[in-house]
């Protein structure tokens, strides 16, 4: 039931997925509401400390999400699959894996280019690795909010494909990362 099977998502994998998707679209959203906030509102210093607990959270999930994906591998790809569709598959888990990550370390070096560490939520303190490089914050800023593009734009793509594979090719790829049965899968999703 928590472990991945050769034909099923296993239920830990299917909770990392879904929180972190949820996650990525509000953290888009927060930034992107953030960034016009003035110094007099009363968001002005709350958001940002939001906005830097929980990519921390979504750092140890993403740590967390590879290494359960080494302990518990993914299912196999669906025999109905064209060896292009595998490739493209793997390439663009890869990528999203790499975007993400990416996304985290400029936010944190966003974050920590005063010298000062993040507070996660007070319950600990990010310790500051990297600090006062020349526009460390702006030089990071500008990468941060082209990977959170990129990264949305790309996971938007990834959503519409499982969509497609599930209305019009009739695979049960959605089907898996949903935990649900296949009700029947079809003769060229069974090798």
Known sequence: MWRNTADRFGLLSIIIHWSMAVALYAMFALGLWMTGLGYY??????????????????????????????HSPVPAPLA??????????????????LLF?????SGYLISTAD??????FGWFNLPVVVAGGPQQADLAGTLHLWLAWSLVLL????ALGAVKHHIIDRYATLRRMLGLRSRSLSQKDVS
């Open 115 to 120: 010298g000062k560490p993040v507070s996660v």
């Open 80 to 97: 109905s699959y064209s060896a292009t569709v595998r490739r493209t598959a793997r390439g663009v888990h890869a990528l999203l894996y």
């Open 101 to 105: 990550l990416l996304l985290l370390v």
């Open 41 to 70: 509102d009363s968001w002005y210093h709350t958001a940002p400390d939001i906005h830097k607990s929980v990519g921390t959270i979504l750092f140890i999930l993403l740590l967390l999400r590879l290494l359960w994906r080494w």
């Open 155 to 158: 996971s938007a793509l990834h």
